[in-house]
């Protein structure tokens, strides 16, 4: 029974869920296919991680998923701010 309500749940809370954030994501600022691409892959990921870990809270799992995309944006920003250790060393 457990694992029939949780096939159901993958199938229909977690990509509605990446379909919320991800159309949320794409409002708050313009990309590139790319990265489009990358940001759905990273989500996914990390909304069926939250699945595995007992969250079933559509909400919950948009919400958790966008602070993850813009977590990630914010480490990419920081490492592009900062010179390579190489562009140092010259």
Known sequence: MLKAMMDEIERTVAPSAVERAMAVY???KERDHAQLIQARKAL???IFGQLAAGETDE???VVAGLA???????MA????V?????????
């Open 59 to 61: 909400q919950r799992l």
């Open 26 to 28: 794409e409002i708050f």
């Open 82 to 90: 900062q010179p390579s250790a190489a562009a140092r060393e010259a």
């Open 68 to 74: 993850h995309l813009k977590s990630r944006e914010r």
């Open 44 to 46: 996914t990921e990390h």
């Open 77 to 80: 920003e920081s490492a592009a």
